[in-house]
């Protein structure tokens, strides 16, 4: 939600910058009219009220029509989404009062203040003499677009940069093999040996085994003591063949082994953050103490994720339990028959507990609502993505269409004297592409820093690098800005230099 803010913010000041542009690059189109007011007694002040009010009155309009389209589009496709539904609503009316009306003169007095003050310091001497050197260099109007592109790249750099994250969670690798397996919850010892038994006579299933908590679905926090030392761990009370059927990777040592009888009382497995944790360098035969019991270590897994993506790997420990705190059972099918021993094992459960519900599950499925948020914030990613890049060439094309208007006579003679079509257009483009150059290296390493920043606080493990974001932010940009200067090409086409250069 932090990153979604940031990112909304980014995006209001984006607008206001490109209303900004827009405006002050169509004041040309009002200069006689404000030199008027000024000679009849308007004075600066009367001026500057007069499109402030209209900048309001303007901004008012855009808030209803955006609050309009939120409620009947873009919340109900957010909520469409993800899992947590979000309510269009208020605790009260002074709070809409506030937010709206806090948002409203916000945005008001952001886009609508250097406009107007500008506009009133015009000389309206000069402006009905026609000599009111208005944009002759609209050093103003390019840092504004400056800028402009500046939050344009930082903004997409941070969506694409978060849409790279969410790929690469896509494909991390949870450190076991979870293709295969399918968990049933049972709800008493009768139920898993029952199942149990139904199970074992599927050719179709290599393995099976029960227990009491369920890699990413349920764990127990526990504390074990080395010496005079406490620690907090994640504890996995299993039964044999466990370990084997979740395709959890043995490091070192070796798992349970129901034939020798210490692995039931007094032997434990853990993984390698619990070695880190205990400082061993050879934790095999290592020992330390649960509940007055001294436990030994047999073997170590590799590092897996049982929770989330969100958190480091914390120490877990294994032990093994019998059969009646067992709260589920767990399959490993054979490549290719997932589905079909799914349903096998749907229809034995009815046979084995028909007053149950089935509640069974693939193991795929235990990180679901993580990935369908992450997917959802890709799709979010690519929406604002494209908002910034079309408010930025909203503003953009508002201004070419005015340097266009301006410099149409200088075009023309150019014409005359053999200037070719394309030799006019990389004149239009030259000041705007460095523009867009310059704020590429102003706003990709800000945009980088500051997604790079929330990840390393949302993530625990750093996101590995790579430069597709921002040449793809580069490039796309580049295009847009040239095919928005060129939708400009037909009026230098279609204007005669005669007709052009007659005029007043």
């Keep these: 939600m932090v990153g979604f803010a940031v990112i909304a913010t980014f995006l209001i000041l984006l607008a206001c910058f490109n209303y900004m542009n827009v405006a002050v690059a169509s004041v040309s189109t009002r200069l006689k009219e404000i030199g008027i007011r000024k000679v009849i007694g308007g004075g600066k002040r009367e001026i500057i009220h007069q499109f402030l009010v209209e900048n309001l009155l303007l901004c008012a309009l855009s808030l209803a029509a955006g609050t309009a389209l939120a409620y009947f589009f873009l919340v109900p496709g957010f909520d469409a989404l993800y899992p947590v539904k979000i309510a269009f609503e208020f605790s009260s009316m002074a709070t809409i009062v506030i937010f709206f009306g806090g948002l409203l003169l916000l945005v008001a007095m952001i886009s609508g203040s250097y406009p ?137 040592g070796r798992f349970f082994d129901e034939s020798v009888a210490s692995d039931s009382i007094e032997s434990v497995v853990v993984n390698e953050s619990f070695v880190k944790l205990m400082g061993w360098s050879d934790p095999i035969g290592q020992s330390f103490e649960k509940d007055s019991t001294k436990r030994y270590v047999i073997g170590v897994v590799r590092n897996f994720h049982y929770d989330d993506f969100f958190t480091e790997v914390d120490p877990v420990m294994f032990t093994v339990v019998g059969e009646s705190h067992f709260n589920y059972l767990v399959v490993k099918a054979e490549a290719g028959s997932v589905g079909a021993v799914y349903d096998f094992l749907q229809q034995s459960w009815k046979e084995a507990a028909p007053d149950d519900p089935w509640r069974g599950f693939l193991q795929d499925d235990v990180f679901k609502n993580f990935f369908d948020s992450n997917r959802a914030n890709n ?74 920043l929330l990840i390393t606080q949302v993530f625990p493990d750093p996101i590995p690098a790579n430069s597709w974001p921002y040449v793809i932010t580069g490039s796309m940009m580049v295009l847009t800005v040239l095919l928005t200067m060129s939708t400009q090409i037909s009026r230098i086409t279609s204007e005669s230099p005669s007709v052009t250069l007659r005029m007043e």
């Excluded at 969506?159 to 397996?181: K, P, R």
């Excluded at 908002?387 to 023309?412: D, I, P, Q």
């Design 379 to 452: 799709t979010v990613g690519y929406f604002i993505s494209g908002v910034a890049m079309l408010l930025s060439c909203m503003g953009l094309y508002g201004l070419v269409a005015y340097s266009l208007t301006r410099r149409l006579k200088e075009f023309s003679v150019r014409k005359v004297y053999g200037a070719s079509l394309l030799q006019i257009f990389g004149l239009m483009n030259r000041d705007y592409l460095w523009i867009v150059i310059i704020s590429f290296v102003i706003g990709a390493p800000l945009g980088s820093y500051l997604i790079n």
């Design 116 to 252: 107007a003050f500008y506009v009133a310091s015009f000389n309206p001497v000069l402006i009905l003499k026609g000599k009111e050197k208005f944009g002759s260099k609209s050093l103003l109007s390019k840092i504004l677009l400056g800028a402009q592109f500046t939050l344009s790249f930082t903004t997409m750099i941070c969506c694409l940069v978060m849409i790279w994250s969410g790929y690469y969670f896509e494909t991390i690798d949870w450190g076991y093999d979870h293709a295969q397996n399918i968990t049933v919850p049972v709800l008493t010892a009768d139920q898993y040996r029952s199942l149990r038994d139904k199970a074992s006579q599927n050719r179709d299933i290599l393995s099976l085994a029960g227990t009491q908590t369920q890699i990413g679905f349920s764990t127990n926090n526990a504390t074990v003591r080395e010496g005079t030392t406490s620690h907090n761990v994640q504890h996995f009370p299993i039964g044999f063949d466990y370990m084997e059927t979740s395709n959890l990777r043995l490091k070192s």
